[in-house]
């Protein structure tokens, strides 16, 4: 059996999934090399997808910004006889300084396909959550979200006490400092 491998190895294109094995089955039972083309269409049904999930961010914190709480809880749905588990939550512990966090998640079993690895797996969703939370934060606070960000960035990891090598969040964030300097940076909710 040949199986070529198209693009990056994520997703679909990850594992070998059962129409493949068919393939391989159906040239055994023929003694001749068979052709299996999946459409598009068939692709979100016949391999893994990135599953739902549920979460909840909770933050507190003062008048000027400072967290001090965050809280991060997920699920994700996988198949009945499947343990993959999307951990949303990786990220989150050394995204921002607090003196109480909690992280937790867990599977949920459903009656469907067994999800898969897609770009970014558990960070990717975690981190949209977090953020999200982040720019409400901000609006309640009628603070600008860049100076949230960098006010509460860690100076070390704070789950190990080990020191990062730079400010990746207040370096990456300078742009953005610049560019809300020059104009009213109060967010506003869309709602």
């Known amino acids: 059996m040949i199986l070529r491998y198209l693009g990056s190895g994520f997703g679909g294109k990850l594992l070998m999934w059962p129409h493949s094995l068919l393939a391989g089955v159906a040239t055994k039972q023929t003694g001749r090399p068979v052709k299996f083309v999946v459409s598009r269409k068939m692709m ?14 909770r933050l507190a914190a003062t008048q000027d910004g400072k967290l001090v709480s ?88 704070e789950s190990s006490g080990l020191p990062f090598s730079s400010g990746i969040s207040s370096n990456a964030c300078k742009p953005a400092r610049r560019n809300s300097a020059n104009r009213s940076a109060r967010p506003t909710s869309a709602r």
């Open 70 to 157: 965050l809280r991060h809880e997920f699920l994700n749905h996988s198949a009945i006889g499947d343990e993959y588990a999307e951990d949303c939550g990786e990220s989150t512990p050394s995204m921002y300084s607090t003196p109480n966090l909690r992280v937790t998640g867990g599977t949920v079993k459903r009656n469907v396909g067994s999800p898969t690895s897609m770009r970014g797996p558990g960070a990717v969703p975690g981190l949209f959550a977090l953020e999200s939370g982040m720019d409400e934060l901000a609006i309640t606070l009628k603070m600008n979200p860049v100076e949230l960000r960098i006010r509460n960035e860690p100076k070390v990891d």
């Open 44 to 57: 979100f049904q016949n391999v893994g997808y990135r599953p739902t999930t549920e979460q909840r961010v």
